[in-house]
Structures are given as structure tokens and as C-alpha cells.
């Protein structure tokens, strides 16, 4: 089944700098990559997901790119604020549908004023 | 839209007795899905739904758990007996088309 490794477990950062959160996939044919938020004692909430036909997505501060070939895809947080501090998940759907989501471990991104 | 809701918000219960786990999906949602939080295993996926039939349960832990959909604007996860280790945040998310989840606030459950 498909796999979904998330580094790193924790990032650390300063307000301003930029931080990135990598994800690698093991299905070849999972076609649908969201990534989401989860504040302390919150629900996960989206805030971005690519599709496999596309490379890259951007939505303000955030983006997100996707490598095929290599099977990874990436979150990337520009001029990071202190209210970006929250648990991040990224996500794959395997098999080729747009059904269940398997999950990354997280990645707990702390801004630092 | 109220999202996805969920109850209880917390349930504390003693070992060996049964908890239900209730979720209203988002209206027009047709798929639905119940995911269970803990620090160890981050979120596992126990069981979705499709139109209200059960399409993969592979993740369901073990018989103590079972899970209902019986119709499109209700499901339950029970599990009966409750152990300790069931204790976690359980999420409902439901989804339609080609969009992403939307989760519940999530039950948070104890075991003692």
C-alpha cells in the first residue's frame, strides 16, 4: 500500500525566513497531493493541494511543487509569521483515485518573533 | 454549512464499556471517512464510506470496532469493549468530488 514519509518531524524558525517541508510517496499512481494545517487542540484544515498534471501551485505566502519522476512533492512557507506555527501534514491518494488519503507523520513548524 | 460535526467533543469512559462515535457529514459530501489521532501512530485511516456503503475498512483495529453509515447524513464508529490504548482524538472528514477533506473537530476519547 502506499507509504508517505514527511521530513523533517520538527523545523524551527525565525519570523521572515522561509521554511520547507519535504514528502516522498511510495504508489507511483497516487494523483492527488493536499497538504494541511493542525493547530494545537484544532482540527487538520487544508490550505493547499496539487494534482498530479500539475508541477507547481502557489496561493499567496505558500506553494507547492511536485516531482513525478522522484515521487516527492514539497511544502514551501515564505515570510513565515508566528500564527504559521501549527503541526503540517502532508497527504497522498493512492492507487489513482481521489479517495482515501494516507497521511505523513507531520512536521511541527514553530516561528519564532 | 456547519461542516462536519461530531459528538461527543469528549467522551471518558471505563474500560470494557461500548462508545459510539457519532458523525453528520457535510451535505451533498458522498464520501466519507474516519481517521484516528494519536501521537504515536500521527493519523491512521480506519474506514471510509462511498454513498453510504463501506469500501475500505482495512485499517479497522481490531472486531472491537465497527463502523455504520445508514444513511447519507449519518455515521458511527462503536467500539465495544473499550480498551485503554483506544484512547485518541477520532476525526469524521467527508469529501465531494474532486476536492479535499473536510474534518470534524474531532472526539477526543479516554479510556481509564
Known amino acids: 500500500g502506499e507509504n508517505v514519509e514527511q521530513h523533517p518531524s520538527t523545523l524551527s524558525v525565525q519570523e521572515g525566513d522561509s521554511a520547507v517541508i519535504k514528502c516522498t510517496y511510495s504508489?507511483?499512481?497516487?494523483?492527488?497531493f493536499p497538504w494541511y494545517k493542525q493547530e494545537l487542540g484544532k482540527r487538520p484544515q487544508l490550505i493547499i493541494d496539487?494534482?498530479?498534471?500539475?508541477g507547481e501551485k502557489k496561493d499567496q505566502r505558500i506553494a507547492v511543487t511536485l516531482n513525478k519522476t522522484a515521487k516527492h512533492f514539497s511544502l514551501h512557507i515564505t515570510e513565515t509569521q508566528p500564527e504559521d506555527s501549527a503541526v503540517y501534514f502532508c497527504?497522498?491518494?493512492?492507487?489513482?483515485?481521489?479517495?482515501?488519503?494516507?497521511f505523513g507523520a507531520g512536521t511541527r513548524l514553530a516561528v519564532h518573533p | 454549512d456547519a461542516g462536519v460535526i461530531q459528538s461527543p467533543r469528549h467522551e471518558v469512559t471505563e474500560m470494557g464499556q461500548e462508545v459510539t462515535l457519532r458523525c453528520k457529514p457535510i451535505?451533498?459530501?458522498?464520501?466519507l471517512f474516519w481517521y484516528r489521532q494519536t501521537m504515536m501512530r500521527g493519523l491512521e485511516l480506519l474506514i471510509y464510506?462511498?454513498?453510504?456503503?463501506?469500501?475500505?475498512d482495512s485499517g479497522m483495529p481490531e472486531d472491537r470496532f465497527s463502523a455504520k453509515m445508514p444513511n447519507a447524513s449519518f455515521s458511527t464508529l462503536k467500539i465495544q469493549p473499550s480498551e485503554p490504548r483506544d484512547s485518541a482524538v477520532y476525526f469524521c472528514?467527508?469529501?465531494?468530488?474532486?476536492?479535499?477533506?473536510?474534518f470534524g473537530s474531532g472526539t477526543r476519547l479516554t479510556v481509564v
Open positions: 472528514a467527508s469529501r465531494g468530488g474532486h476536492h479535499g477533506y473536510t
Open positions: 504508489d507511483s499512481a497516487s494523483n492527488y
Open positions: 496539487i494534482r498530479s498534471n500539475v
Open positions: 497527504a497522498a491518494s493512492p492507487s489513482g483515485g481521489y479517495n482515501k488519503l494516507i
Open positions: 451535505s451533498g459530501h458522498d464520501y
Open positions: 464510506f462511498n454513498n453510504n456503503v463501506p469500501i475500505d
